[in-house]
Each structure stands twice: as C-alpha cells, then as structure tokens.
C-alpha cells in the first residue's frame, strides 16, 4: 500500500477545511483590510453619513448575510471536534475506497463539485475601489453638514434637497451592496452545502464500515 492509498480521507478533509479558510483569507486579504479601514474612519471622518447608516443597517445585515457564513465556521469546527475529539480513531483510507467501485463514485461525485466551488471562489474575488468610495463619502458628508444645503433647499422651495438626495443615494447605494452580498452568501450557501455533503459521505461510509 502506498502512503496515497494510505491517506485517511476524514484527517485529509481537515487539512483540505483549513487550507481552503487560509488560502481564502489571503487571497481577501486587500478587500478585508480596505473594508476594515472604512469602517475605523466612519466615526471620525463621516459622522453625520455615519447617523445615516444607522437607520439603514437593516437593509445590509441580514440573517440571510449573516447565516451561511456561521454555517461555514461551524461545519469547520464540528469536522474538527469529530475528527480530534469524539472519534479520533476514525479512519476511512483510500485504498478502502478504491476496493469498490460504488465507493469509488460515490466520493468522487462528493469531491469534485466541492473542489470545483471551492477553486472558483478561489480565482474569483470581488474588488471595491476604496478611494473612490472615500470621494463619495466626503461628498455626501459635505452636504449633510453643509451651511449651503437649507438655502438650496428654502430656494427653491424644497424641490432642490440636497439632504433628501443624499439619503435617496445611500439607500440605493446600501441596496446595490445588499444584492451583492446576498448574491455572495448564495454562492457561500452552496459551498457549504457541497462540503456538508462530502463530509456527510465520508463519515457514513466510515461508520458502514
């Protein structure tokens, strides 16, 4: 028996979670760190489009947002708890796979979208324009504490208000990223979905055996 055939396919799932969560975040690293700088400069630098954000947060954090990603977390922390805690003996190699041709199919019908998912969202990472958000929301900070916007808006008799066309922009701007994120959280949906059933399929032909 080689050291391939050898391989214990549940210790092996372990390393494929982890590298797949660490290759992930490096390949994010950018988007992650250009968010996170946003969000420390938003109470400092944009206060007032901070208030505003507030009484729209509803329209981006959602449990449909929210739900995948605890999903994902939690199948990485329950195959390593099954895997090093409550089954440590357990053991499913390749060359126990390879004896039967069911087996065989079964693994590879459960492998191969997983990989494919999961390599996609590997070469495909979304990018946002961090300085050109930043123009924007000066912009719109500008005119929510401008002295100019109640002129505009006593001159022309309300129908020029800069402070309703700006809260008009930050609700379709929110919605915009929501639809994006939700987009995002489907795909995330189904990568869980087809690590679970990979999971699911090696733990079940460990426990027939």
């Given at each position: ?5 050898a ?37 400092g ?60 199919a ?39 504490v ?64």
């Open positions: 028996m080689t050291r391939f055939e391989a214990n396919l549940i210790r092996v799932f372990d390393f494929y979670l982890a590298s797949m969560f660490l290759l992930s975040f490096a390949r994010r690293y950018v988007v992650y760190w250009d968010a996170l700088r946003l969000l420390v400069s938003l109470r630098r944009w206060p007032k489009l901070l208030d505003r954000l507030r009484q729209h947060h509803g329209v981006l954090v959602t449990r449909e947002v929210i739900r995948p990603l605890l999903v994902a977390l939690g199948l990485t922390i329950i195959q390593m708890v099954c895997s090093r805690v409550i089954w440590p003996q357990a053991e499913l190699t390749v060359w126990e796979v390879e004896q039967s041709w069911w087996r065989l079964t693994v590879l019908l459960a492998a191969v979208p997983m990989v494919l998912v999961d390599v996609y969202f590997l070469v495909c990472v979304g990018r946002f324009d961090r300085s050109e958000t930043e123009k924007y929301l000066d912009l719109a900070e500008h005119w929510l401008s002295w100019k916007t109640p002129l505009i808006r006593l001159g022309t008799l309300g129908y020029v208000n800069p402070d309703r066309m700006v809260e008009d922009e930050l609700k379709k701007g929110l919605r915009q990223i929501g639809a994006t994120v939700g987009w995002a959280s489907r795909w995330v949906a189904i990568q869980v979905a087809c690590r679970v059933a990979f999971g699911l399929v090696i733990w079940l032909m460990w426990a027939w055996a």
